[in-house]
């Protein structure tokens, strides 16, 4: 099997010092049908895979006030999202779980967006972002109780400021796009109001929250994602489209996806479009706050393609071997986010022994509360499935319930059939 990946895209992440953040470039990645090609133009990095800093003239701005602190989190954070996915493939193994979706080597992209947020911001996802969810304070036992089945979403979407993970890939951009619309008609409607479309403010004041919508490259593939940015862009709605090009849609290389690099499509739209190293989490921190700024004073959407690598399989019912070679993975590999930033926090003295070890604690002491949340989970009755449906009762919903009892008790076999039904939850 031939490499998947065009070394272009891997020279210009391993190239230090890019900063051409506003994007451009010709795509010139080969067509054939293994390539995960994807342009060879500038990409936003602000960490090279060596650990070390270099200036971003455009970036830097927006990371003046990350102090020690603040690194040390984004790195428990991404260190704790790596140990999440590993512990859940191990549940899913075990039986816990019915399948699960690893983001091993995402972990940058999600966690540097993720704290660009503010509280009041508000997340559309898709199914794989964990991290997002982490930093978004949802306990990882209601991250996976989705994955077990039991709860349609394991979290409040309003307390969390993020909606329950969405499995139509793409369709997350369109719920994003009808919510950041709706922050504008209630801005315009609001106490002093004014319309918010029509001519953006340019005073740099932020006047709405923003909405912020996670998808894969091959959900670019997608109707929902060009509906959802065309509407966006004329709106000027608050929007940043946040693209984890993971260079796979499943076994489909994004070569096959896009013939230009997924970035350039943002011109057509009608919005700036931001290529950043997606392993770079400092450099994802910086575009997505720059982004999200715009998207808060008037300047309407962003599209944020964050180039980086889906290292596992697509779900764990997935052996990627089938579709790409190790050489690929092990090219990525030399580019891992964790092990990038551990490097630039150790050069910096921020990252000693005992701080790598106050991290680790607490990823066993999440790893721990993971197992015990999740393991015996209770399955919820077999009537739950029809609660909910409507908020008054409903003759269909009652025939369609009394149907699965009939057919529960057809299981009976010559038992008590309630009992066998209590079974069969
Ligand atoms: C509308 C729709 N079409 C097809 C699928 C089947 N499907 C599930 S995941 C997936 C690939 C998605 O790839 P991408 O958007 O790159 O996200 P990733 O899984 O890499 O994070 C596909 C085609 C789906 N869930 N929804």
Known sequence: MPSTTDPRTLQDLSRAGRHDASVDSAHGGARDRTSTATPSGGTAQVIAPDGSRHAHPELDPWLEDVDDALLRQLYTDMAVARRVDAESTALQRQGQIGLWPPLLGQEAAQVGSAHAL????????????HAVALVRGIAP?????????????????YAARMAPMQVIIGAQTLHATGYA??????RATGPGGSPAW???PSDGVER???????????????GDVHEAMTFAATWSAPVVFFCQNNQWAISEPVALQSKVPLVERARGYG??????????????????????HRARTG???????????????????????????????????????????AAHLRGLGVLDDAAEQAAQDTCDAVAAALRSGISGTPDPSWEAVFEHVYAEPHATVAAERDAYARYLDGFADGADGAEQREGRR
């Open 118 to 129: 503010r509280g009041d911001d508000f997340v559309f996802s898709s199914y794989r972002e």
């Open 141 to 157: 036992a209601d991250l996976l109780r989705v994955w077990r089945g039991v709860v349609g979403s394991g979290w409040d979407p």
């Open 181 to 186: 619309v709706g922050l504008l008609v209630e």
């Open 198 to 200: 029509g001519g953006p």
């Open 208 to 222: 709405t929250s923003a909405v912020v919508s996670y998808f894969g490259d091959g959900a670019t593939s997608q």
């Open 271 to 292: 919005m700036p479009g931001v290529r950043v190293d997606g392993n770079d989490v400092l450099a994802v921190l910086a575009a997505t706050r720059q982004a999200l």
């Open 299 to 341: 300047g309407g959407p962003t599209l944020i393609e964050a180039v980086t690598y889906r290292m596992g399989p697509h779900t764990t019912a997935d052996d990627p071997t089938r579709y790409r070679t190790s050489a690929d993975v092990d090219a990525w590999r030399a580019l891992d986010p964790v092990d990038r930033f």
